[in-house]
């Protein structure tokens, strides 16, 4: 539970947050092309598409500051 916690808090930590950000900006962006680009074009966005966009940018900030907290945590391990 203290592991989650921590994440939780690295979540919003700006020392992680400027690469995660980074990270979600250009991962985000190639996901959300590839599947609700057409939809975006041909004007076909329902509220279920702008929910699922919103979380193809959410996913890959998340996963950067995972990995971003778990190399600290190990580093300082050692």
Request: no cysteine; net charge positive; charged share 15%.
């Amino acid at each position: 539970m203290k592991a989650l916690r921590e994440y939780i808090f690295a979540l919003i930590n700006p020392k992680l947050a400027s690469t995660a950000v980074r990270v979600a900006m250009v991962v985000g962006s190639i996901l959300f092309t590839i599947n609700h680009g057409s939809a975006l074009i041909q004007g076909e966005m329902t509220n279920g598409r702008w929910v699922s966009g919103i979380v193809t940018y959410m996913v890959p900030y998340m996963v950067s500051v995972h990995g971003q907290y778990t190399g600290r945590s190990r580093r300082a391990q050692v």
